[in-house]
């Protein structure tokens, strides 16, 4: 038998590829359901873990049985059971997005070291665009946690797996760093990325702030853009806020015809542009750049 059939034989019988997705499936709708409550709370600097849920509308306490992911919601047809005011589509969305993600971060990763890693690096990416989106912040609460969790996944993921995961490292590996040992490239990756980052998202804003004398983005997108670039790495990152400011254009622009202003004043929460970024470059990232650079080879 070859070896590559009998790896992956050997990988069927240790874990069915449709457990693994509904595994991964399971657990996002969870994550998801807890994020909802993070989103909500974490801006208003309640606690995100007492009390349990209350409805919005009659503040009757939702039972655990009533707070099952997309289920409950499902089976009591996006109604409170007390006072049968409808609840919002954005709890299930949100479920059943992180959902989706987790399932396709679970299909490109396999099952490794990395997906954890991945895993809740995606969940707090989630968090930032759903509380932008809802609260126009960025809370410090998930992005200064984030750049030590990326700084801790680029040292403890090449240990783990004893290989060049990170997307940037084959890049840094060769040249003055060529014969250092992996997490000193790693960890310089890490440095490079959060420069990268940052430091492009600072200088946007500081641009702007010239130019037009109005401050254009708080601090906060610079600090999601440390953690990032921390861990995505210095190519994953510029294309981050290139689709960033590609998506987020287009969104203003349309947004702008629509209502017939020509005011470029008008705010967009950027983190929601730069987390659909970093997402869809955690999965076609490599192979996009890729693309990219094999033209000018
Ligand atoms: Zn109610």
Redesign the pocket.
Known sequence: MLDSQFLALQNTTLLPPAFGYTSAGILGAIIGSFLNVVIHRLPLEESIVFPNSK?P??G?VISFYDNVPLLSYLILRGK?R??R?HISARYPAVELLTACVFVAIAWHDGLGWALPFDLIFAAALLALVFIDAEHMILPNAITYPGIVFAVVARLAIPFLTGTLHFDDLPSLATGVLATSPIWVISLAGAFLGALIGGGSLWLMGWTWEKLRGVEAMGLGDVKMMFMVGAYMGWRLTILTIFIGVLSGSIIGILLMARQGKRDMQMLLPFGIFLGIGAIASLFVGSQLVEMYVGQFR
């Open positions: 409805c509308s009659c009757a409170c007390g006072c005011k």
